[in-house]
């Protein structure tokens, strides 16, 4: 096939600008109703709102109190779809999560109990105060949506995601995520304390708003929305200055572990999630640079050099950015201009 003919397609299957009104109002739409409860922290909600999209889970790292429950309760509220928590805790066992096959003595037969993960969106909360053999258990969840028990396979319905939580300054009682369970996760975030105002409204409204929230979308238009963004156009340009951002954390001297190509996915994927949000069918460096540190940062390992350094994940990944040639060209078929200046 000719590359004429190949983004003739490319063109064809692009959101036109009614679906693009449509779904950015509708993502819009869940970020404000989330809004109601968690005051001042827009830029977060939009990041977990867009990772669902995107079809990826989040892991949000805070001290207590700041609402990081409230966050994934008020998430699950604002979709008509089925909502668990699993609370963990160190004797919290594998088969909890994933569910388990007891013997019924009537029918003579083993009958499937499903466990808490068994649903579309699932609220890990204190995810590290599980031993490793159950963190174990989210595994294959999170990267197949399925589980596996007694060689049998049950495929969850979408959309799915899991939202887990962890308290970064306790370490009694604790098991760190390993590599696997951190890579997993499409962003790690942290929602940090309210300014004084905010907690001014915060404390100010109480309960009632949480109990007052309700579903503004449904399962299915999530679903709907997310083979959506696989419909922003991404331009090749901008998937090699993705792959040059992320295969340079793992050159980089400060950095003993870089990132994963799944890393590469992720950022691809929340890029296109991000850009039909801002009302674009394309994908522009910009994304990619605003959207990296969220996605890379809990990916990578620092060098014991670094860390006596005193340097953080972000100031190495923002040397990275800088180093790494924008992208400046046309993005064929959308019609646009990519004049990002090089910083």
Not at 30 to 38: D, R, W
Not at 230 to 239: F, S
Not at 282 to 310: F, M, T
């Amino acid at each position: 096939m000719r590359e004429e003919e190949k983004e003739k397609m490319n063109v064809q299957t692009r959101l036109s600008e009614q679906e693009l009104v449509r779904d950015a109002r509708q993502i819009a739409g869940v970020v404000a109703n989330i809004e109601t409860v968690i005051i001042g922290k827009r830029s977060v909600v939009e990041l977990v709102v867009l990772s669902l999209i995107a079809g990826g889970h989040v892991l949000i790292e805070d001290v207590p109190g700041v609402g990081k429950t409230s966050l994934v309760s008020a998430l699950s509220k604002s979709i008509a779809c089925h909502f668990k928590r699993i609370q963990f805790t160190p004797d919290i066992m594998p088969s909890d999560v994933t569910g388990f096959s007891i013997f019924n003595q009537k029918t003579r037969e083993f009958e499937f109990r499903p466990g808490a993960v068994i649903s579309n969106i699932v609220l890990a909360d204190e995810i590290n105060r599980a031993s490793a053999k159950t963190q174990s258990s989210l595994l294959e969840v999170m990267e197949e949506r399925q589980i596996t028990v007694d060689s049998k396979t049950y495929k969850l319905q979408e959309p799915f995601m899991v939202l887990a939580t962890q308290n970064p300054l306790e370490s009694y009682g604790t098991y760190p995520l390993p590599e696997a369970q951190i890579d997993r996760f499409l962003i790690k975030v942290s929602i940090g304390y309210p300014s004084f105002d905010e907690e001014v409204k915060v404390v100010a409204m109480g309960k009632k708003a949480k109990q007052a929230i309700k579903a503004v979308i449904s399962g299915q238009d999530v679903v709907r929305l997310k083979q959506d963004a696989e419909r922003v156009y991404v331009d090749p340009m901008v998937v090699r200055y993705i792959v040059e951002i992320v295969t340079s954390t793992r050159t980089h001297p400060d950095i003993q572990l870089g990132s994963s190509p799944r890393g590469c996915i992720a950022l691809y994927n929340l890029c296109r999630a991000y850009a039909m949000y801002k009302g674009r069918n394309y994908v522009i460096p910009d994304d990619v640079k605003y959207l990296a540190p969220y996605v890379i940062c809990h990916r990578v390992a620092l060098s014991h050099e670094a860390k006596i350094a005193g340097k953080t994940s972000q100031m190495i990944l923002d040397d990275i950015l800088n180093s790494v040639v924008v992208p400046v060209g046309e993005s064929t078929g959308a019609g646009v201009q990519l004049k990002q200046a090089i910083k």
